[in-house]
């Protein structure tokens, strides 16, 4: 027990860090300032909890969540008044979107200072909206018993409403009179035993209460299929081991999207579809393959045509969900199942024989992998979408691999080979923007597994303050990005053909020299010539550190690389 009775600001604190630490609270990111002070000098000091400090409100929020996603743990996150705050509202809404836990601890002026034109002094009431799944205004500082126990009883919904009833942001506003310094200033020792205080937290567990899935119902149709979607699981085998056991006692595909860690565990799931995008691309074959049931898992796939598939046809179809979210944008004809996945594999293990329609899918599948196989294996020319493809036959196993959003997720779904590497795919697809690509890759990398991020220069430069954690992470990084010059995303969209507006407006070029960028932040950089050297620097990768692998690219002779091979009749 860490309790520092110098003031009551510096109790106060000290009594919210060690509840924080018996609630299995063990990393704080900490952005410096003043009204903050006391929080900080608590977590700073405590000896249970990682307390790591970064400049950049913004990039620190998402270091938060990169390590709230890698652990399944919030992580607190504390910052000064003022527009502080205001700096962490893309990784809160983040947060809520991708279903990451956080814990968000603001510091404020007290009541007499605000509407004022106090100095650093905003309105934080309700700061980030409906976005946090809880908020709650704390009291003053106060050394009274009663008090102290409604700071502990607080932080316990606050950690509680972090996770459940769905993983997300919780906001506590602090405000604190002064002194912020732990100087010392009579505090009355009105519990001078504090044995007993703490003795009933423990980290929350999972209320879940389980549905029983209809499996007979499953069971009596042969033409179903079931959609392993966008998902970042925390227990990654038992999860791919689930829906193994889902698609053999159906005897149902599994089309597995790219941001899946199914498709890097494909040694279990035998059924699997990886080119789905292609195969639907032909419309009379697309017509022979309607299901009759579809059971999803996760967020819906990234791909547009699977998407406008589904839409059209609208089978019956349930999703399988351990939250409370709805993950069906198409809102077909769809039934929400709540579950744990060890709870599918309680039903009977009999693996049922394939039908000649789930026969129908694997041998477009085989096809249309053997043809895309084949053209990337034989392209020699530094095109972008063998990337993805490269990275998923060459990363070590079970490397965590952080992908930004825009081109990188969709080459991820079109080219991402299955592979038996248990990879773990990891994403902000929650609200799909490009705001703190780097500081989550970094959260994710610290104190975990040597990690890698596939990035475009757009998605890097938007947070290259980030490079400012470089002195705090405690792991390694590799950073591959994909240097077309601009928003190559943009390149497959209807507006590229507006040569007035379009290379201004939306390709935004940089022409940023990236081996000067990481000169100035003292980052290891490798300039990548060919697919050769490319392998041979990720596997093995180091241990310590951040390094940039660019890959120079051209926009124009990429977009016409996707586009030889998406038309392509690769079905056939």
Not at 193 to 202: A, M, R
Not at 266 to 283: C, M
Not at 449 to 472: E, P, Y
């Amino acid at each position: 027990m860490n309790l520092d009775f110098r003031n009551v600001n510096t109790l106060w604190s000290s009594v919210l860090v060690e509840t924080l630490s018996r609630l299995g609270i063990k990393t704080a990111v900490v952005c410096p300032g003043s009204r903050s002070g006391p929080i900080t000098t608590a977590f700073a000091r405590h000896p249970e909890i990682e307390a790591i400090p970064i400049l950049d409100e913004r990039s620190g929020a998402f270091f938060a969540l990169g390590k709230g996603k890698i652990t399944g743990s919030p992580v607190a996150l504390v910052c000064t008044s003022g527009t502080a705050g205001a700096n962490f509202y893309p990784a809160v809404i983040e947060a809520r979107e991708s279903g990451v836990p956080m814990l968000v601890l603001t510091a404020d002026r007290p009541p007499e200072l605000r509407h004022c034109h106090s100095g650093q002094t905003i309105d934080q009431q309700k700061l980030y909206g409906s976005y946090p799944s809880w908020y709650a205004e704390l009291g003053l500082p106060s050394e009274e018993r009663q008090q102290l126990r409604y700071l502990r009883q607080t932080l316990v919904q606050a950690v509680a409403r972090s996770r459940f009833p769905f993983p997300a942001a919780v906001h506590l506003n602090i405000p604190f009179r002064d002194p912020l310094a732990p100087t010392p200033h009579s505090v009355q020792r009105v519990l001078s035993d504090f044995d007993g205080f703490f003795s009933h937290l423990v980290p929350p567990e999972s209320p879940l209460i389980e549905q029983v899935l209809p499996w007979e119902t499953w069971k009596r149709c042969d033409r179903g299929i079931i959609i392993a979607g966008v998902d970042q699981p925390l227990a990654v085998e038992e999860y791919c081991r689930s829906i193994a056991h889902l698609a053999n006692c159906l005897g149902w595909v599994v089309l597995a999207e790219g941001l899946s860690p199914v498709r890097n565990h494909a040694h279990l799931i035998p059924n699997l579809i990886s080119t789905y995008d292609f195969i639907l691309r032909e419309e009379a074959i697309a017509n022979t393959l309607i299901p009759e049931m579809v059971i999803q898992i996760g967020a819906f796939p990234t791909s547009k045509i699977l998407r406008s598939w589904l839409q059209e046809i609208s089978p019956p179809s349930w999703v399988l969900t351990t939250g409370g979210d709805n993950f069906d944008p198409l809102h077909r004809s769809t039934l929400p199942l709540h579950t744990t996945f060890s709870a599918i594999c309680q039903d009977n293990p009999t693996v049922v024989p394939l039908s000649s329609y789930q026969k129908q899918w694997l041998t477009l599948e085989q096809k249309t992998r053997e043809k895309l196989d084949r053209k990337l294996s034989n392209t020699r020319e530094i095109i972008e979408p063998k990337t993805a493809w490269l990275l998923s036959q060459t990363l070590p196993k079970n490397t965590p691999c952080f992908i930004a959003n825009s081109l990188a997720v969709r080459d991820v779904e079109w080219f991402w080979q299955p592979n038996s590497r248990g990879i773990y795919p990891l994403f902000n697809r929650g609200a799909n923007g490009i705001d703190g690509t780097l500081s989550t890759a970094l959260g994710i990398a610290h104190q975990g597994k040597s990690a890698v991020c596939l990035t475009g220069d757009l998605a890097l430069l938007h947070d290259t303050n980030g490079f400012l954690i470089h002195q705090q992470l405690r792991g390694h990084l590799t950073i591959i990005l994909v240097n077309n010059n601009g928003g190559g995303i943009f390149e497959m969209l209807p507006i590229s053909q507006f040569d007035d507006v379009f290379e201004d407006y939306f390709a935004t070029p940089q022409t940023i020299n990236f081996a000067a960028l990481c000169d100035t932040y003292g980052i290891e950089y490798i300039t990548i010539k060919t697919w050769q050297e490319l392998e041979a620097l990720l596997n093995p990768l180091p241990q310590q550190g951040i390094r940039i692998l660019e890959i120079v690219t051209d926009r124009q002779q990429s977009k016409q690389w996707r586009e030889h091979i998406i038309n392509l009749n690769v079905a056939h």
